[in-house]
């Protein structure tokens, strides 16, 4: 029972501290960002140039 309970709080811990995945269709350039491709301009998803990376 003890070992049922500790791997479902390991579980819970790692899902809640594991970061955000941010998509992209390709490579980022200098500034971290990139063109949106015309599939995803038709998706709705973006519009031109856009950035994946905070600025500092």
Known sequence: MKKVVFVILSL??????????????????????????AKSKQKGLCTGYHYHKKKK
């Open 12 to 37: 819970v811990v790692l899902v809640g501290v594991s970061s955000s995945a941010y998509a992209h269709p390709g490579r980022l350039d200098k500034n971290g960002g990139h063109k949106c491709s």
